[in-house]
């Protein structure tokens, strides 16, 4: 059984800085992709930044300069860099992974973590 628990949550002002980590145990091979998506209260969880094995990241364009994708493939875990937070980006963060090669819509992936709260205050 595949398990992702993400850490680094938090409160931050408007501004400041967050570094979330997510790591991935169990019955895992290393995932093709990690990545993490949002969801914001009454909104739909949306997408935020993936990499892939290989080293490929995607970012939304609403984070694109702030926040940076990281990851450590012998640990399978991935890592976001948030700065500049402001609070539209206050959202549950959700980690994500897939063992397969090519999935890249958020419906597609396999396994989640419980998610993390991070609040950014004006």
């Known amino acids: 059984q595949v398990q992702l628990a993400e850490s680094g949550g938090g409160s931050v002002q408007a501004g400041g800085s967050l570094r979330l980590s997510c790591a991935a145990s169990g019955r895992t091979s290393s995932f093709y992709v990690m990545g993490w998506f949002r969801q914001a209260p009454g909104k739909e969880r949306e997408f935020v930044a993936t990499?892939?094995?290989?080293?490929?990241?995607y970012y939304a364009d609403s984070v694109k300069g702030r926040f940076t994708i990281s990851r450590d493939n012998a640990k399978n875990t991935v890592y976001l860099q948030m700065n500049s937070l402001n609070p539209e980006d206050t959202a549950v963060y959700y980690c994500?992974?897939?063992?397969?090669?090519?999935?890249?819509?958020?419906?597609?992936?396999?396994?989640w973590g419980r998610g993390t709260q991070v609040t950014v205050s004006s």
């Open positions: 990499r892939t094995r290989g080293g490929l990241t």
């Open positions: 994500a992974g897939d063992p397969r090669l090519g999935v890249t819509d958020k419906d597609e992936y396999l396994y």
